[in-house]
């Protein structure tokens, strides 16, 4: 069965420290991979698309990776207005265009 | 500006009333989706379309009902809303990457 598992649920960090989050997927035939914000009471915004192993894309403080098991969203020196939610996704290969998310990381900058 | 929009941003309905959320994009996409996401949950997709006169249902079974008569239009219905409709209906539109609207909250008292 194909699975997107995103790590951790939630994470709070000061203003500063960087950290990662991670996605992994177990699915037959990956065609593509995506990355949204989520803020509260609103609708995911498109940040980045991967599509093949050791591919990287990066916006700002945002940094996506890609193997053939995960991916990682890198956060650099974060800033409060980065707490949100953020969704990973998965297309596949035999899915059309249709998107699989995993539940998220609810991330948390502090001053 | 391109862009996609859903009305109403918010709707608080009595049990058994029939409801349509609109949902529009002016981007010329021909593939539009509708997902279902409870609060802290994932997104779920309950139907989508890849073109005029096209729609099909998506991974999560709903009650509810999808037009597609016009590109940008892709309206979702539902006929006799019940409590386990509260939930936020998300539209979206994209070739591959798929660009969401604003959500419309619903609450069905």
């Known amino acids: 069965e194909d699975q997107v598992t995103q790590s951790p649920e939630a994470l709070r960090l000061q203003e500063g420290e960087s950290s990662s989050l991670n996605c992994s997927y177990t699915v037959s035939g990956l065609r593509g991979l995506f990355w949204y914000r989520q803020d509260p009471g609103k609708g995911p915004e498109f940040l980045f698309t991967?599509?093949?192993a050791g591919e990287e894309k990066e916006k700002e403080r945002l940094k996506a990776t890609l193997t053939k098991k995960e991916s990682f969203l890198h956060i650099t020196a974060p800033k409060p207005e980065d707490s949100a939610t953020y969704l990973c996704a998965v297309q596949l290969n035999n899915a059309g265009n249709m998107l699989t998310f995993g539940g998220g990381t609810r991330l948390m900058v502090k001053p | 500006e391109a862009d996609i929009y859903q009305t109403p941003r918010y709707l608080v309905i009595g049990t058994g009333k029939k409801i349509t959320l609109e949902c529009s994009q002016t981007?010329?996409?021909?593939?539009m989706y509708w997902y279902q996401q409870d609060p802290g949950m994932e997104l779920h997709l309950i139907h989508y379309s890849y073109g005029v006169n096209s729609t099909e249902k998506g991974d999560l079974s709903s009650e509810s009902t999808v037009s597609r008569i016009r590109t940008e239009h892709f309206p979702l219905t539902l006929e006799s809303a019940r409590p386990s409709h509260t939930s936020q209906y998300l539209c979206a539109s994209g070739e591959n990457e798929q660009f969401f609207g604003p959500g419309t909250r619903l609450t069905v008292l």
């Open positions: 991967l599509y093949s």
């Open positions: 981007m010329g996409h021909d593939k």
